[in-house]
């Protein structure tokens, strides 16, 4: 430091400089010039030499990678034979369905771990929500599904519900080129039903097919349309609640009206000549 201070910022200390560039341009300049100083430490030889004799032959070669931080973190493998890192999915061989297993993050690639062995390798996803997805972890035609989500099982779900529900499920999985990046946006959209009765979603999943049958079928549209169905229908007139019996209110809404045969009279009570003819007397008494 004090070789620096005297034969580097002191000697410069005069100068003005107009940028950082060309500061850091002199700084350089006056290091290269104490590095090639001689004499040092007394014997007739820079310290570049020194290094250059004794110390850069000591000096092992750099590894082939540069160092990377490592990530780990925890996760479980999901029906979709997926996991969930932050916001990425990233496929897992089918058969770990169900099981936690280890991330390791290095730099852009993420490794998954089961058992101590490394199951799966990715390139970290760069698309927020996305999928990073291998073909080669998707389970066989027929081949033994029991535990996982299958295009079958949704739709049987969705049967539940209605045709239109069916339909919708149908083209959002058909708009997939690996229907397990489906199958999370189907989970969520039966689960609308749940929430918010499967009328209401059946009536969305109707009107987002009616409207458009190119259009595309997404959670984020299912729940926005249920949304705008659940307003208009707390829109509509509603009848006011019945007053509590024997309530002051009560007794004034029933007042001057007689119900002695409301259980006791047939269907031609209430026809249009019975109702007028009732009308006309009750007049003809005021």
Known sequence: MKVVTNWAIHYLADQVFASLDDLNEALAERVEWINHRTPFRGEERSRHAWFTEAEKPELLEL????????????????????????????????????????????????????????????????????????????????????????RTYFLRQAAKVGPATVAALERLLDRKKIEAQGFRSCMNILDLGKRRGRVLLEQACQHLIDSDEHRQITYTAVKNTTSALQAQQDERPRTLPAAPPGTAAARASSAGRDTSGAHLAGISAFSLETLTAQNTREADDA
């Open 63 to 150: 590894p082939e990678h540069r160092w990377e931080p490592v990530v780990w973190r925890k996760a479980k493998v999901h029906r979709d034979w997926h996991i969930q890192i932050d916001t990425i999915k990233y496929s897992v061989p089918y058969e770990f369905a169900g099981v936690s297993v280890d991330v390791r993050i290095v730099g852009s690639q993420v490794e998954v771990l089961a058992g101590g062995d490394v199951v799966a390798r990715h390139r970290r996803g760069r698309h927020r929500n996305g999928y990073v997805t291998d073909p080669d972890h998707a389970p066989a035609y027929l081949a033994e599904t029991a535990g996982l989500w299958t």
